[in-house]
């Protein structure tokens, strides 16, 4: 039996179910359960669905959860192509078309909070709020983040060597924990909040040369990404940036330039991971932030 495998993590979790549709012309997994208003969660590498863990019975108890793994990610399928963030919203969309949902609230960290963000930006008719968990859109900002550790023990080199094709396939399978770990450990002030048993569910689901071929291919669309926000208006609907301490700042710019009717409320004590460091802070500024 696999124990990180979606059937079983699924066990862990009373009330939710896993689910798979085609849309878009992609096979999407993603997480029901709870019940109220929708709200999509969208995960962000180097992780899964499973990230949501912490907090999903906690919105579940007002609100009826999609919790989506992109195209490429864990067990969705992974395509060739499709990866800007644009395309990404597109396939959330065609699920929440087949799911019969008007508009919904929409949530993401990471890879997951552009993919949210573009959400909003192309559907606005379809979005009721818009959360932001820790990492903005990229835009031209990006090429401005330090390649080389200037003053700063964390810098952000992953970035750039997400941008390599085929050669972290080849160093990376059937050992992607060495950079998850490094990533969780080098991000969240406390690494004992993503456990051993966690990181052997995302180290799982990037294992393969197609998965990391995918997670790369998030990155690799950036250049697009950063001409198609240059296209988008400005958003009006009500949005709101949750971040630690660290992305306070970034949030604040990019909030200011891009969304209208925003607010940014830190974490504290907190690194990237967010919603796993401090689930119960984030969630009750999810849930305080959807009530009003």
Known sequence: MNFY????????????????????GVNLHYVTGGQGSPLVLIPGWPQTWWSYRKIMPILAEKHSLIVVDLRGMGSSEKPLDGYTKKY?????????????????????????????FSYAANFPESTDKLIILDT????????????MPIGNPVFPWWLAFNQVKQLP??????????????????LLIDPETINEFDRKVYAEAYNNKAAIRSANAWYQAFTEDIQDIKQYKKITLPAIGIGSP?????????????????????????????????????ALLIMDFLDH
Not at 5 to 24: A, C, M, R, W
Not at 94 to 116: C, E, F, P, R
Not at 169 to 186: A, K
């Open 5 to 24: 495998s979606d059937e079983s993590l699924i066990q862990q979790l009373p009330g939710f179910k896993n689910n798979y549709t085609t849309v878009n």
């Open 88 to 116: 990404m919203a597109q396939d959330i969309q065609s699920l929440i078309t087949h799911l019969g949902h008007q508009k919904i609230n929409i949530a993401g960290h990471d890879i997951g909070a552009a993919v949210a």
């Open 136 to 147: 903005p859109h990229p835009d031209e900002n990006i090429y401005k983040l330090p390649m």
């Open 169 to 186: 396939e080849e160093l990376l399978e059937g050992r992607y924990d060495i950079l998850q770990n490094y990533i969780f450990n080098h």
């Open 246 to 282: 660290e992305s306070k700042e970034m949030l604040g710019y990019f909030f200011s330039t891009y969304i209208d009717n925003s607010r940014i409320e830190e974490i504290e004590n907190s690194g990237h991971f967010v919603h796993e460091e401090k689930p119960l802070a984030t």
